[in-house]
């Protein structure tokens, strides 16, 4: 088995949906897995939003604009006016989920899976019923029943243990030999989860460990992971190869090119994860695996939004150190992420993230008796 994921900018338009068709080619064994078309997520986090603040009609302009964006891609496909029963069918579910829901502020998370999953649960549908029509017999999986995951919304953990079990059962019980799968959902106790945004890469990278694939490819709009954003520096070039260490590093750092959560399942499994452009499938693209030939060129990443903490003891305490763990147990209680930490004899510089609580975490350091700048 193969495991090939689609981004939501691959299949933006019916073009990206007809050259997903190509690419699939008269492959067998084959486990896509897809997001939500173009900036579909977006739009149904102002759905959520609109049900969030009371506000109806907000979230149903938000609908109906879904609705002709994924019209115009199925007529588009199917040559013609046409109407998909299942396509209507979620629509509906969507309209009823937005107009009925009782907002409360507890289930606010619940709530914002639940619809933000529609997204994916429409691309893949449409992609399954193109697929068939196309001549290609596939199994659409209703990753809310595959995938078990922590009851964390917005951000859950696939349980692969508990999961397999059933991920198996629905492949080894299916006559199609090809799946249709929604990246970035699952489900808990209490109904759908997402796995936090950008993350169906992730989604891909579970299924692929938990089938044991031989591979896993992610197509993208880009020749290869880069040893930059080529938007922001012209010059930069493609890298031929990477480990899984090294992938890791650059995710986390914030290159754009994969979901940090990604690496880890393909690791425990040793599957080699492809990084391949989805304009031309004859490129080789970019391969990350357990070892690789050394990069030669400088990584740069760009990151926006840093928010730089001159952090001092306000007794001058020289040995600050002594006081790390406070510090960092203070950043990790309010979910900040530190990006680069440089210490020198009475100062602790720290370039986190910026976050809707730094104001609560500074005013807690100078609780604890330190000068924060
Ligand atoms: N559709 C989701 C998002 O936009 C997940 C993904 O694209 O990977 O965040
Ligand atoms: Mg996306």
């Not at 019980?173 to 699952?186: L, P």
């Not at 992938?247 to 425990?268: C, D, F, M, R, V």
């Not at 020289?318 to 680069?340: G, H, P, Q």
């Not at 005013?363 to 000068?371: I, K, V």
């Amino acid at each position: 088995m193969k495991v090939y994921k689609f981004g939501g900018a691959s299949v933006r338009n019916a073009e990206g949906v007809r050259n997903l068709r190509n690419i699939i080619d008269d492959e067998q064994n084959l486990f896509i897995i897809v997001s939500a078309m173009g900036k579909t997520t977006n739009a149904l986090e102002r759905v959520f939003e609109g049900v969030q603040r009371g506000d109806r009609e907000k979230s149903a302009a938000e609908i109906a604009r879904l609705r002709e964006y994924h019209a115009a891609i199925i007529d588009d496909l199917w040559h013609g006016p046409t109407r998909l029963e299942r396509v209507e069918a979620l629509f509906a579910e969507l309209d009823r989920v937005a107009a009925e829901t009782q907002y409360r502020a507890a289930d606010a998370e619940l709530w914002y899976d639940t619809i933000v999953a529609f997204g994916e649960l429409l691309s893949t549908t449409v992609v399954s019923e193109y697929l068939a029509s196309a001549g290609v017999a596939n199994h659409w999986v209703d990753m809310r029943r595959a995938l078990v995951t922590q009851q964390r919304h917005k951000d859950a953990s696939v349980d692969i243990d508990a999961s397999a079990f059933r991920l198996l059962a629905e492949v080894e019980g299916a006559a199609e030999t090809i799946f249709v799968g929604q990246g970035f959902i699952g489900g808990a106790p209490d109904g759908t989860t997402t796995l936090g945004r950008e993350g169906s890469d992730y989604s891909a990278a579970v299924v692929a460990n938990i089938l044991g694939a031989e591979s896993m490819s992610v197509w993208k709009d880009v020749d290869g992971v880069l040893n930059a954003d080529p938007k922001t520096f012209p010059d930069a070039e493609q890298i031929k190869e990477l480990n899984y260490l090294d992938t890791i590093e650059l995710a986390y750092s914030g290159a754009q090119i994969i979901h940090p959560k990604t690496i880890k399942p393909l690791q425990n499994k040793n599957i080699p994860l492809y990084v391949r452009p989805f304009g031309d499938k004859r490129k080789p693209g970019t391969v990350i695996r357990g070892t690789s030939a050394p990069v030669t060129v400088p990584i740069l990443i760009l990151k926006k939004d840093q928010v730089f903490l001159t952090v001092r003891s306000r007794d001058f305490s020289f040995v600050l150190e002594e006081k790390f763990a406070t510090i960092f147990s203070l950043l990790e209680r309010y979910r900040i992420k530190t990006n680069l930490i440089h210490n020198s004899a009475v100062n602790l510089g720290l370039c986190v993230d910026n976050s809707w609580h730094i104001d609560e975490a500074v005013a807690e350091f100078r609780n604890e008796g330190f000068d924060v700048m």
